[in-house]
């Protein structure tokens, strides 16, 4: 991107917390907030304020198969990014005092996540629809795994992760590739790589029923249906399926919910393709008394997508709506860096920008048909917090007592 003026540098390590060990579940996010205490030769403030004189800023995120850690600076700061970057990779201090007091944090940041029916509810729907597989677990871990998790534990999980094999960089800017390349091969010169977590798919059965009791003013309600992988051919339909369900303003459960029947504020789908499963998940908050409509209006757009299908004006608008939006989004050297390392740690290859917007294109109604017939035919994981019991919650049909 010769013309910006700003670089984004980011290094993605292909390691989430469906790679962990259940006894240390967590490790890869509390991994993440160490890196930010110091390294062998800076301190955390020496980082942050090398960072802040950039007028740039550096962060970073856990997700279930990955780790992402970036910075935005300034070209002419790029040499400094690089160094920091690299530094907080491969060098982190790991200092035991700096484990107890981040422990607190994310202790209180769990802690944060309980007290918000709106985040819980998506916890639940995940360790509902994957029981007993790590795609199921809260990525931060829980309150017992990291109380107890060590300082070695963590340095064991660095050691063995955060090596060659499991680290992308990438960048977008005004920026020459081969001494990117260069740059990163010196700073990265050990020949022994490591290796990439194996994984292995859920097969258990989802839980289709999860109700957690609160004393709060609206009932939080998220469904789920198992998708697939992110390797799958039908991921460009299972995606233009979901817009034309709830991810925009013009979605039929958007205009149903809100703007016909005021049943919700937020009500929104949304989709997640991981290795080898995925997941279709609709959220919506509203009072008790409306629950039942609100599941019944849900139901039968369902019902009505997965028998008669979407209209050609639907598609249009839907697909329109997935070319503007990668065009404008990746304007930015942040967006255009974060999908070039996000490609390579998942899929291994990066889909050139005119190629994707022809695979959205070509999506028809007969595949949106097809991708329906696959995911929602299945009745959904229904997962719900608020002033409700269990038998208040009940998917419309459902065969279950």
Not at 39 to 49: H, M, Q
Not at 66 to 85: E, K, N, Q
Not at 301 to 309: C, D, L, Y
Not at 352 to 380: F, G, H, M, S
Request: with cysteine; charged share 25%.
């Amino acid at each position: 991107m010769p013309a910006a003026r700003s670089i984004a540098l980011g290094c993605w390590v292909a390691v989430g917390n469906r790679d962990e060990p259940e006894s240390v579940a967590g490790a890869s996010h509390f991994c993440e907030h160490l890196l930010f205490k110091g390294t062998a030769s800076r301190s955390a403030r020496e980082i942050a304020e090398l960072v802040d004189a950039t007028g740039g800023d550096m962060n970073a995120y856990t997700t279930k198969e990955y780790t992402a850690f970036y910075l935005r600076v300034p070209a002419s700061d790029f040499p400094l990014a690089l160094d920091i970057l690299c530094d907080v990779i491969s060098s982190p201090a790991l200092r035991e005092n700096d484990v107890e007091s981040e422990r607190d944090v994310i202790l209180e940041e769990l802690h944060l996540q309980l007290d918000e029916p709106d985040d819980l509810v998506h916890t639940e729907l995940s360790a509902a629809l994957f029981p007993g597989h790590a795609l199921g677990w809260e990525i931060l871990g829980t309150a017992d795994t990291i109380g107890s998790m060590s300082a070695d534990a963590i340095r064991s999980f660095h050691a063995e992760w955060y090596r060659p094999a499991n680290l992308v960089f990438a960048a977008a800017g005004p920026i020459e590739h081969g001494a990117f390349v260069a740059a990163i091969a010196a700073a990265f010169p050990s020949s022994d790589g490591g290796q990439a977590p194996e994984r292995v798919a859920p097969i258990t059965p989802p839980v289709l029923h999860r109700v957690v009791p609160r004393k709060v003013e609206s009932v939080h309600v998220a469904l789920g249906w198992r998708a697939f992988g992110h390797h799958d051919p039908d991921r460009h339909a299972l995606a233009v399926l979901n817009q034309i369900l709830g991810a925009g303003m013009s979605s039929r459960l958007f205009q149903e919910i809100r703007e016909e029947r005021g049943l919700a504020y937020s009500v929104f789908s949304s989709v997640a393709t991981y290795e080898d499963a995925g997941v279709l998940s609709i959220y919506a908050g509203t009072a008790k008394a409306k629950v039942r409509e609100l599941l019944d209006v849900v139901r039968d757009q369902i019902a009505e997508i997965s028998s008669t299908g979407v209209t050609d004006h639907e598609l249009r608008v839907a697909k329109g709506a997935f070319a503007g939006s990668t065009v404008i989004n990746l304007e930015d050297t942040g967006n255009r860096m974060a999908r070039l390392a996000t490609s390579i740690t998942l899929r291994n290859m990066v889909t050139p920008i005119d190629a994707y917007l022809r695979a959205i294109d070509a999506v028809d109604r007969p595949a949106l048909v097809r991708v329906a017939a696959r995911v929602l035919e299945a009745e959904p994981t229904l997962a719900a917090v608020g002033p409700v019991r269990d038998r208040d919650i009940r998917w419309p049909g459902a065969s279950r007592p």
